[in-house]
């Protein structure tokens, strides 16, 4: 596409080589796919955009996030967030040499402190040597006009019932700076740090490839406008290292039985398996899902093949109680894949996996799941 392609009413900027690098360069610290090229698009925009923005209508715009939450932030939704006093505008960029319909992710428009003002189209050409903004709505024009994709989770709302000359933006700004531009929305449910912590841990799981789209929308608009979520959600992966635990190398997290239930040793005795001539090391952990309590056991065998045998059980808390029902225990190996599932049924007292071997330096998951609630801990043998 050409500048004499471009309707003259429309802003086209180009993109300089320099941008260009550093965007890509910037977009490798994110971890999937999608992540580094909704990074790429977004510094692009973003980089070409605001200096343009801060030298012709607004000296004042700014983003008042960092680049580590805005990397955050576009692992997982397409857009960005400018101020300008008052107002914020928000750049949906894309790739498509279509632009008949202006697609914006549902966060956008229905999470109250991510809401804008006005949102832009823009259109990146796929080498990013230039960009377009092709038009702009408010935030009441998609809400109440917009098409809601319960797919996608996306509001589209059609090129024609958009402004394509943004210079219509600044005069309106200038003459009606008290114009409605967002309508009302109702809040979000308020998350306890608990079901925070257990939502990261669900989303965590290497099988979710849009994590976007594995809550229901209220619980992920909740997670994701808790300030603190783009810290929190890709913190550095702990992995347990089993075979330290044969060197009484183990993190406090994981106690032994004695050190967990010491009161109660009779309780302790029912966790105990009889073993003879072989070493064995087992440990326990308290998860919290929500309401509910669990323990999950790890016992290892050193093998005569230099293997780890391992062994996973999940039991309640409380030995009067029995486990939640439907509460699952999943194994996952290093690519994502499920290898084994339990769930418990009505009344059972514990579940347990298949005992498996792993040969030295084997990554794998383990996983309890209990509606929509999860806990993820990665290990290596």
Not at 100 to 111: K, L, N, S
Not at 126 to 141: A, F, K, L, S
Not at 290 to 297: A, D, E, F, I
Not at 365 to 381: A, H, K, N, R, Y
Request: proline share 6%.
């Amino acid at each position: 596409m050409s500048f004499s392609c471009v309707p003259p009413t429309q802003l086209w900027l180009e993109v300089s080589p320099e941008i260009q690098d550093q965007s890509w360069q910037g977009s490798q610290s994110c971890v999937s796919l999608r992540g580094r090229w909704n990074a790429y698009l977004n510094q692009v925009c973003l980089s070409t955009f605001l200096p343009w923005l801060q030298a012709e209508y607004a000296p004042e715009a700014s983003v008042r996030t960092d680049v580590s939450a805005l990397l955050n932030s576009w692992e997982v939704v397409n857009g960005t967030a400018i101020h300008i006093d008052t107002k914020r505008l928000i750049l949906i960029p894309d790739k498509t040499l279509e632009t008949r319909e202006f697609y914006v992710p549902q966060e956008w428009v229905d999470i109250p402190n991510w809401v804008g003002d006005y949102y832009l189209a823009v259109q990146v050409n796929p080498d990013g040597e230039w960009m377009r903004i092709w038009g702009y709505t408010t935030h009441e024009q998609l809400k109440n006009q917009g098409s809601y994709d319960s797919q996608e989770r996306t509001y589209c709302l059609d090129a024609n019932q958009m402004v394509e000359d943004l210079n219509v933006l600044w005069v309106v700004r200038q003459l009606y700076p008290d114009e409605p531009t967002q309508a009302a929305l109702a809040p979000l449910p308020a998350l306890s740090d608990t079901q925070v912590e257990s939502l990261l841990q669900r989303l965590a799981n290497p099988t979710i490839t849009n994590p976007r789209l594995e809550l229901p929308f209220e619980l992920w608009g909740a997670l994701l406008q808790r300030e603190e979520w783009q810290q929190r959600r890709s913190p550095t992966t702990l992995t347990v290292n089993l075979r330290q635990w044969f060197q009484n190398i183990v993190a406090d997290s994981w106690q032994t039985i004695e050190t967990l239930f010491g009161a109660q040793p009779d309780f302790a005795f029912s966790f105990r398996e009889v073993s003879e001539s072989v070493e064995q090391i087992r440990r326990v952990k308290v998860i919290n899902l929500g309401t509910q309590t669990v323990v999950l056991m790890l016992t290892l065998t050193a093998e005569a093949d230099g293997r780890v045998g391992i062994r996973t059980q999940l039991y309640p808390s409380d030995r009067d109680r029995h486990l939640p029902a439907n509460i699952r225990l999943s194994l996952i190996s290093a690519s994502g894949q499920t290898v084994q599932l339990v769930e418990a049924r009505e009344a059972d007292n514990s579940i347990q996996l298949k005992r498996f071997k792993c040969p030295l330096n084997t990554k794998f998951s383990l996983q309890v799941e209990l509606d929509d609630l999860s806990f993820t801990e990665d290990f290596e043998s």
